[in-house]
């Protein structure tokens, strides 16, 4: 993610801060990032093009985890999903498009899960553009799964929230009076109604922004040590149906 934070950027951020006050959505199903490749495509128009697999999990009752389907999960239906996106350098806008399969425990009840009980393909568009255009990082999607078995079309919406580090201080402007750079931290700028510092990691500060409509809401999501794979924080994707 960019680090640069301009005054209009500020300003921006402050509006949406502003029109997106009140309570953030909850979501059906929450995937983590845990590998990603990624290349940037020659040409007029640069592209970002990356591949992603990702392991989450879906609320009991949503599409994805229908009664029957949780009972065999024993309450928690599993996603495993690989998918790839297409976005545009200049516009922030691109499609994705991949798989997934619902899996619930099979031959081996210590590791994760693995028996296929559902599977299908999901597409939509994608509006990264702030975080390629705006340094605010997360994106949001818009999109469809359809289930394999049945031929049913779940249409859903989704953010991608990318961690950052609520330390890390960036320059926003200069003291008219002084000339000393003025600063603040990721979490001063995106976070003022969550100021405490991630207490669940031991030190880093690390968190996700928090959304409303598909907005900042001034509010952080402090990554849990749940949320991280191998150690590294995780591209965190929150979806509702």
């Known amino acids: 993610m960019k680090t640069r934070i301009s005054i209009r950027v500020l300003l921006v951020l402050s509006f949406v801060l502003v029109m997106s006050a009140g309570r953030a959505a909850a979501q059906d199903a929450t995937l983590y990032e845990l590998t990603e490749n990624m290349k940037l495509t020659r040409g007029k128009v640069v592209h970002r093009v990356a591949t992603s697999a990702l392991v989450g999990f879906a609320k009991v009752g949503t599409p994805l985890c229908p009664s029957a389907t ?27 498009d991949g798989n997934f399969s619902v899996v619930v425990q099979g031959d081996n009840p210590v590791d994760g899960p693995e028996l296929v009980v559902m599977k299908g393909r999901f597409s939509g568009q994608m509006d990264f553009a702030p975080a390629l255009l705006h340094n605010l990082p997360y994106g949001t999607v818009e999109g469809s799964f359809v289930v394999e078995q049945s031929g049913r079309k779940i249409p859903f919406t989704g953010v991608f929230r990318l961690p950052m580090l609520g330390s890390f201080a960036v320059a926003v402007g200069v003291d008219p009076v002084s000339g000393v750079p003025v600063t603040r931290t990721l979490r001063e700028l995106f976070c003022p109604l969550t100021p405490s510092p991630n207490p669940n990691l031991g030190g880093p500060d690390i968190a996700y922004v928090d959304t409303t409509d598909g907005a900042p809401n001034g509010k952080c999501i402090d990554v849990l040590p749940t949320e991280l794979g191998l150690g590294w924080p995780t591209v965190r994707f929150d979806v509702t149906f």
């Open 70 to 96: 949780a009972t065999a999960a024993k309450g928690k239906c599993w996603i495993n999903a690989v998918g790839s996106d297409r976005v545009s350098e200049t516009t922030g806008l691109g499609t994705f």
